[in-house]
């Protein structure tokens, strides 16, 4: 199984910046592609399906682009409650790889 | 409300087998493919295998087919997961998840708060 390669591993932010994860899959995935926040202690969260729909409740400072292989998740205006670890997941065929995780923090 | 309750988890020893249960609520359980997902301490989730709505239909990832084997059973709103030969690197937190949509590979909509399955001797 080829990777998702996911960038960075870890990032630290100020309140109200502007972060964007990258994500890049060993095909291309038609953008059949999702994003989760994880937080510690608690299950993932479905944030973004289709490489760019917003899940119903999920905050619009949230929001995914990309096409092809290249996909990103941007934060607009970074909140303390988004400290977590986001993953992509790619969901085009099996196996559903996620990709390894980048870690936001707060500076 | 929709949700899903992992079971099944705990301390096993090496070479040993375990079946872990998933029970769901407030949706129609046979509309719906399912996963399990799991998470080793201080790393990534990683996709381990789904089953279709009837339960006719298993995909799994390649490192794992040989010994976990997914099944559901519609009547009691369960899906499973049985893992075989257990080694220190199946230790893990085991997610169970629902497949958005009505097709076998999507986005994962709902999941369980996780158990925990901890092998050692």
């Known amino acids: 199984d080829i990777p998702m390669t996911q960038s960075p591993v870890s990032l630290s932010a100020s309140a109200g910046d502007r972060v964007t994860i990258s994500c890049r899959a060993p095909h291309i995935l038609n953008g059949r592609l999702a994003w989760y926040q994880h937080k510690s202690g608690e299950p993932p969260k479905l944030l973004i399906y289709?490489?760019?729909s917003l899940r119903s409740g999920v905050p619009s400072r949230f929001s995914g682009s990309g096409s092809g292989t290249d996909y990103n998740l941007t934060i607009n205006g970074l909140q303390p409650e988004d400290v977590a670890t986001y993953f992509c997941?790619?969901?085009?065929?099996?196996?559903?790889?996620f990709g390894q995780g980048t870690k936001v923090d707060l500076k | 409300e929709v949700q899903l309750l992992e079971s099944g988890g705990g301390f096993v020893q090496p070479g040993e087998s375990v079946t872990l249960s998933c029970v769901g609520s407030?949706?129609?359980?046979?509309?719906?493919?399912m996963s399990w997902v799991r998470q080793a301490p201080g790393k990534g989730l990683e996709w381990i295998s789904s089953?279709?709505?009837?339960?006719?239909?298993?995909y799994y990832v390649d490192s794992m087919k040989a010994r976990f084997t997914i099944s559901r059973n519609n009547s009691a709103n369960t899906v499973f997961l049985q893992l075989d030969t257990l080694t220190a690197e199946d230790t893990a937190t085991y997610y169970c998840a629902r497949v958005a949509g009505r097709r076998v590979f999507y986005a994962l909509d709902v999941w369980g708060r996780g158990t925990s399955l901890t092998v050692a001797s």
């Open positions: 089953v279709s709505g009837s339960g006719g239909s298993t």
């Open positions: 997941q790619k969901y085009n065929v099996g196996p559903m790889t």
């Open positions: 289709s490489a760019s």
């Open positions: 407030g949706f129609i359980y046979s509309n719906f493919a």
